[in-house]
């Protein structure tokens, strides 16, 4: 019997339209021999819909006018695991044995959705609701990979109705310039500033403030931005190393999805040692926030060989050509592979659950 394969996409976040390049990336790598295939959207206000037209509607976003689209809801009783359709003269129920949510941002990549899921009963690929919502958070995540001994960059973070002036003249101070500017909680470099001079602090904290209510100054680090891909839950198979070459600036949103002035380099130009160090500490930190799934584990690597994290993406972007299915290509996984395997992985841990509770 074939699995019931549900890939939500869009969502309530400025990344919706990363969302929608990545879904559409996945959907056509599944295998329809042995899945199913449910489609549900979710609009920029939060409504879900299943969606029962081509995926050239998602290319193009103009799902949402498909004639298909039917409101559903999750069904919060753990034996039917799945949601309601609600046609124009009934209710349906539609089984959900694994839902992938390639969802970027908030409300998807922040424990909300994941919370849903366990709720209802859902196998779903990807982190649970704590390491989703502590990755998501860059002061409180920073915190717990300080205490491996891993380096971490300095910061300082506050309110932004709350700006604390002498604090940042002290940092400044100690520090100098380039720093960033950053909220929080976001993804894909969304809200984000590299601030060279006093007068561009201001108009920088404003800018992060229109995505989240905390915003966080870190350190400009010299050196070279690199990631390691891993998949698995309790046995974590790791990935290969990229390094990112930029031109000037930094990695930006629209560096991220357009590579403008920068390049990927997969492998990453660096020594075996410093490769077998990068996939140590990504390893180190993948099992300490309790991944499950997948996650991407970047860091800067210094000059002088040190390594410095940077940020846990539990849900990082999955075109074909995104950084995360290059990196696990390394391991022996194509594109399809992968997805098939985040799909077992996804039952595995459902299963691991189970066994939990019933020992209990």
Known sequence: MKRQIAVFF???????????????????????????????????????????????GIIKNNWEQHPSCTVVSPIMDKS????????????????????????????????????????????????????????????QVQKLVHNLDIPITPSIHFERDQIPHQLIREFIATNGFPLFIKPVRAGSSIGISMVSSKEALIPAIKYAAQFDTEITMEKA??????????????????????????????????EKYELISSQIHMPARISKKAKLQIQQAARKIYKAV????????????????QL????????????????????????????????????????????AADYETTKK
């Open 10 to 56: 869009g969502g309530e976040s400025p990344e919706y339209e990363v969302s929608m390049q990545s879904a559409t990336a996945v959907i056509q790598a599944i295998d329809v021999n042995k899945n199913d295939i449910i489609l549900i959207g979710i609009t920029k206000q939060g409504k879900w819909c299943l969606y029962e037209g081509s995926i050239e």
């Open 80 to 139: 039917e695991s799945g949601v309601y359709i609600h046609r124009a003269l009934s209710v349906e129920t539609c089984k959900i044995d694994v839902a992938i949510p390639v969802l970027h941002g908030k409300n998807g990549e922040d424990g909300t959705i994941q919370g849903v899921f366990e709720l209802a009963g859902i196998n779903y690929v990807g982190c649970g609701v704590f390491t989703s919502a502590l990755c998501t958070d860059k002061v």
């Open 221 to 254: 680090i010299q050196g070279v931005e690199v990631g390691c891909g891993i998949i698995g839950n309790e046995a974590p198979i790791i990935g290969g190393v990229d390094e990112i070459e930029l031109d000037s600036g930094f990695f930006s949103f629209i």
């Open 290 to 305: 309790h991944c499950e799934g997948l996650s991407r584990i970047d860091f800067f690597l210094q000059e002088d060989g």
């Open 308 to 351: 410095v994290f940077n940020e846990v993406n539990t849900m990082p972007g999955f075109t074909e050509h995104s950084r995360f299915p290059a990196l696990m290509r390394e391991a022996g996984y194509s594109y399809e592979k992968l997805i098939q395997m985040l799909i077992e992985l996804a039952e595995e841990k459902r299963g």
